[in-house]
Structure formats: C-alpha cells, structure tokens
C-alpha cells in the first residue's frame, strides 16, 4: 500500500478505538486549518520576493503546482504516472508558440498550454488507465518517450534549440510583465488560484470517489462507480494542471525546450512529490521547494547533483515514506490521539 | 546493381542488420527485466545503469588491468551481478511488503546515483573499446563485419539457454512456481528468498553482458543506459510484461522493425516502437505475449 496520509492524519475515519468521540468534528477543524496554513503559505509566497531571487521563487511555483497536479494521481487516485513531463513539457511549448508565433497574451497563452495538456491527458489517459499499478507507469512513460521524439523532429518545436526568446507580453494587453516582480504576483496569484482548485477537487464528491477507487477499486465497481470514467477525467484534470504549470514556466523563463519534456523531468516531479508527502495537499509544495533549491544552490557540485536527489529517492523510499509533510501531520495526529485518550480518561 | 522495393540491397541489409544488433540488446535487456519482474514484481529501473555498468566493467578491466575482452565477457556479468545481489539484500529487500511502485522508484533513485557518479568520473562523453573481432564477411550483397555478426548470433544463443532454464528445466520449475506461490514452494523446502536473490543477480548479470556486448559497437559512455532503457521499457510493454518469449521475440523484432523504418521513413525510425506500443496496447493491453490480469 502507498502511504495515504490524508486518511492516516484523519482519526475519524479509522477503525473505532474509543477516540472518535474526541474528534468527531474533526473535519471542520482540518478544513480551518488548511485555511491557516494556505494564507501563511501565500503570505511567505508575498514576501518571498524580498529575500530570494524572484525568478527562483517563480520557478518553485511553477513547480509546486506540476507536483500537486501529479499529487492528484498519485496520491488520490493511486496511479503512478511517469510521463508527466509529456503534459508540462507539452503546454510549454504550446503556450511559447501561442504567445511567440500567433502573438497572444501571457493569460491566452497559459490557456492555450492547459487546453493542449488537457486533450492530450484525454489521448493518453484513454489507453493507459487500461492498465494498472506498475503497468500503467510503464505505459504512462513510453508514451511520454513518443511525445519525446515527436517534439524532437517537429519543425514547429525548434528541435534540439526549443522555442526560445518567447516575449513577455502585456497580461491581458494591459499590465506589463517585463518587471520580474510584477509577472512574480502574477505568478502567485495563478498559483494561488490553482492550488485552491486543487484542494476543491480533491475535497468534492468527485475527489472521494476518487479515494474510494484508490482504496479498493473492486468494490467502487460493484457500488456502481464508472471507474473508467473517474480515472480518465482525474487523469485530464492532473494533465491540465500540469499544463499549467508548464506554460506558466514557459512565460517565466521565455524558453521552451526539450529538457520539459524528458523523462528525467518526469522523474524529478515523483520525487519532489515524495518528498514533500504523497497524499498530502502541501506535500508537494515543500517537495518542490526543496528540490529545486537542491538543483539551484548544489549546481556547484556538478553532475553529484545527481547522485543528490538520487541518494534523496533512495532514503525517501526507505526511511520517510509519508515524506516530509506526511511525517509532521503523522506525528500532529499520534499527539492529538494521545491527548484525546487522557481527556477521556 | 538490381534494387529491391527502389531501395539498394547493401543499404537494405545493412540496415537490418544495424536492426538485428540493436534487436539483439533490447532482447537481452528486456530478459533481463522480464526475469526480474517475473519473481520479484520488481520493475528494475537500475537496469540502463547496470548495463551501463557492464559497458565500463570491461573498460577498465581492460584499460587498468589488461583483461582482454573474451575475459570480461565471463567475468563483468559476475562482477555486477554480485553489486546487484548486494543492492537486492541490502536495500531492496527491505520493501517488498510495500506497493510495488515503492521498488521501482527505489530503483529510479540507484539509477540516479549510478549515472550521477559516473558522469562525475567519466564526463558525459565517450570512451572508445577496441574490437576483438576486427574484419568482415563480404556476402555479396552486403558485407558483414564479423564483430557484429558475432553479436547477433551470441544475444541469441542466450536468450534461447535462458529460455530453456527457465521453461524447460527443474530449476526453471522452482522459479515459475516461486512466482505463482512463493509460501507454498517455501513450504516444499525451497529457500525462496534465496532464489530471489539469485534471480535479482542474474537479471542484472544479463544487463551487464548487455553492456560487455555493446562496448566495442558504441562508445562507453555514463549516458548509454538512459538512453536505451525507455525504449527497452517500450519492448517490455509491448512483449507482455515478464514473458520470457515475449521479451526474447519482440526485442529482435522490433530491432528489425526500426532498421527498415530506418530505409523507408527515417524521420520514424525513432518513434516507431512507441507507435507500435500504442497499437498494441488498444488491441492487446497486456501485450503480445502477456496474460491478462
């Protein structure tokens, strides 16, 4: 079993063990404090600016969002996508030709890139969710290699060069976005909208199908569940928003190149979801600080880098499975429980 | 000179037999994960650097000590074998009650590392190997150099001894019933545990004879194992995951497949085994050979 730590953070919902009374209301409680931990995590996105390079911070954004858009896979469905990379590459370059050769605006162009990443979710999620656990990671990164090859030898992709140079155009033709500071508010505010999109999908009557396929996807079968249908527009919406991510990279750096849409790309959003916690909502948020501080202030070291992350996966998978936010709210939940068992006596 | 469909018959066997070499190594490769992934349900994503691996064993075996290439031949599928056997003890074991998407992203992580120190060491270039068999056949119509069709014929002598192990002796018994019931076989007496070990080196073993093959063909480079092991992958999906004769079939098959592609539509020539891949997948999910789960 993959670590759920949604549901091992949630007492309520575990077997009855004389504390439920103590956090029957718990729930409420939970959704307060994602509230709290969502306004100090864009109030830190607020001042960030002022204490980092703003264009690292954006580029942990963009991040951020790929890993919570693959999180909704991973860790709501239990499906092990390792061909993401296809979709966040994908809408780069969609969003850079929109914006590069038809003229759009940044806003337009981040569209454009989700719509792509969106059909092209549909294409692949229709074959792959045909198979299951280990197989579906496997078609998900053959697939990914296809989509590889065919940015590699399509002329409109600029081949080994990529879209370079993509403008930064007015947003909406009114504000402009050349000041790195004004597109970093920008950026946070998208950000900050998609995570709480997230957050909505995931906590909606579609988000606890989705968990109850992860469970146990026999019995969402016989309870009458159109399986299929959850996982494919789980697999669409995960494709969108990575989409979205990736176009948003494209309009930050002005570069859309074939290094979005490798397979090691694919295999560094896994570990920045890992690391901060599968199944978590901030998980992947912290993962992707992480890592890309890891890539950015380690760079020095060359090619250990690496060896870095890969000693990271390896002691991830070992050691810390719930990843790091996972290992907190775990820890948050066995205090919690202990204290409920004192009141109770 | 008489053409064959408009295409000279030296670039159109020559191109095949690029096709069969490459065959040759996705057969062995995609054995390999096969085997692995039969016993263990472990995909093993180390595979690219342990074939990577094999490639520089016999590099520096030959640069450092003098062993000559027939040496390594027998010696570097041991020597890494047993740092696989070493891995699967150490670490791998240690997960085998969790999902087993947590093995394939423990064995991302080696590969990760293994590439990483590498690269660090050996830079992302290459490190040319002497070839052993030096000379050529002239067929005819084409030529044949006598390296290559050594490879060819070698790959196939072991995909078919592996294949005979394993479908066709007491051993290969042991292990295809370890794979349906491992307590049950347990309970008969046999050190299943053991067995997945020994499983595990020899996958890797077979990696690495990969990489001994593939030296004096292409450079030794810390980036050979990346490179191949996707489209391995795509082999794998293709052959139905763990078949032994699917893994064998299909990797020289689709070898040749991308050789033709290579004379009549080079721009695919690439893209062609996913193309496939995606074929098969609509009309057989589970691949060729595989049975469906």
């Known amino acids: ?345 | 000179m008489f053409e064959l469909i408009g295409v000279a018959p030296s670039v159109l066997f020559g191109q095949m037999l690029l096709g069969l070499i490459n065959g040759a190594f996705y057969a062995i490769l995609s054995l390999g994960l096969a085997v692995i992934f039969g016993l263990l349900n472990v995909i093993n994503f180390t595979h690219g650097a342990q074939y990577m691996m094999g490639a520089f064993a016999a590099w520096m075996l030959l640069n450092l000590a003098g062993v000559p290439y027939w040496a390594a031949l027998v010696a570097v599928p041991v020597l890494v074998g047993l740092t696989g056997i070493a891995f699967e003890r150490l670490l791998l074991s240690r997960i085998y009650h969790l999902d087993h998407l947590y093995s394939l992203l423990l064995t991302f992580g080696l590969a990760l590392i293994l590439e990483g120190v590498f690269r660090s060491q050996f830079g992302s270039g290459g490190q040319p190997y002497p070839n052993p068999l030096p000379g050529g056949q002239n067929l005819g119509f084409m030529f044949l150099p006598n390296y290559r069709a050594w490879v060819v014929v070698f790959s196939l002598a072991v995909c078919l001894a592996t294949w005979f192990m394993i479908e066709r002796t007491k051993l290969g018994s042991y292990l295809r019933a370890a794979t349906e019931r491992p307590d049950l076989v347990q309970a008969f007496g046999v050190n299943v545990p053991r067995m997945v070990t020994l499983t595990y080196g020899f996958g890797v073993g077979l990696a690495a004879l990969a990489g001994v093959l593939a030296a004096p063909i292409y450079q030794v480079s810390p980036l050979m194992g990346s490179n191949l092991i996707i489209v391995v992958f795509a082999v794998v999906v293709i052959g139905g995951m763990g078949s032994i004769l699917g893994a064998i079939v299909t990797g020289f098959g689709l070898g040749l497949v991308e050789g033709l592609t290579k004379v009549f539509y080079p721009e695919a020539s690439n893209t062609v085994i996913f193309v496939i891949m995606a074929i098969v997948l609509l009309i057989k999910p589970a691949g060729l050979f595989g049975t469906p789960k």
């Open chain 1, 1 to 345: 079993m993959l670590v759920r730590m949604d549901e091992a953070a949630d007492p309520a919902k575990t077997p009855a063990d004389g504390t439920a009374t103590g956090t029957a209301k718990l729930p409420a409680g939970r959704s307060a404090a994602f509230g709290w931990l969502f306004a100090a995590m864009m109030a830190f996105g607020l001042v960030a600016p002022f204490v980092a390079y703003p264009v690292f911070v954006m580029k942990v954004l963009c991040f951020a969002l790929f890993a919570a858009a693959f999180n909704l896979l991973i860790g709501y469905v239990g499906l092990l996508s390792f061909g993401h990379a296809m979709f966040f590459g994908g809408a780069a370059y969609a969003c850079g030709y929109a914006i590069k050769t038809l003229g759009l605006t940044p806003e337009l162009g981040i569209l454009a890139g989700m719509a792509f990443a969106g059909l092209l979710g549909a294409a692949v999620g229709w074959l792959a969710i045909r198979r299951q656990g280990i197989y579906f990671a496997m078609v998900t990164l053959a697939l990914a290699q296809m989509f590889f090859f065919v940015c590699l030898q399509t002329p409109i992709t600029g081949g080994e060069d990529g879209i370079q140079a993509i403008p930064r155009r007015p947003l909406f033709g009114l504000i402009p976005t050349t000041d790195d500071l004004t597109l970093y508010y920008i950026v946070l505010a998208l950000f900050g909208a998609a995570f709480l999109a997230l957050y909505r999908i995931v906590h909606s009557p579609f988000g606890q199908v989705l968990k109850a396929i992860r469970e146990n996807e026999p019995r969402a079968i016989s309870l009458g569940y159109r399986v299929e249908r959850y996982k494919l527009l789980a697999f669409v919406l995960s494709a969108a928003f990575a989409g979205m991510a990736g176009a948003m990279k494209t309009v930050v750096f002005q570069l859309a190149s074939l290094t979005d849409v490798a397979w090691q790309m694919s295999g560094e959003v896994v570990l920045m979801t890992l690391v901060g916690g599968m199944g978590t909502i901030f998980g992947p948020v912290v993962g992707a600080g992480i890592i890309v501080a890891m890539q950015n202030y380690l760079s020095g070291i060359g090619e250990w880098v690496l060896v870095a992350q890969g000693l990271v996966f390896v002691l991830a998978v070992l050691l810390f499975r719930r990843g790091i936010v996972g290992e907190i709210a775990a820890l948050i939940d066995r205090r919690t429980r202990a204290k409920a068992e004192r009141d109770n006596g």
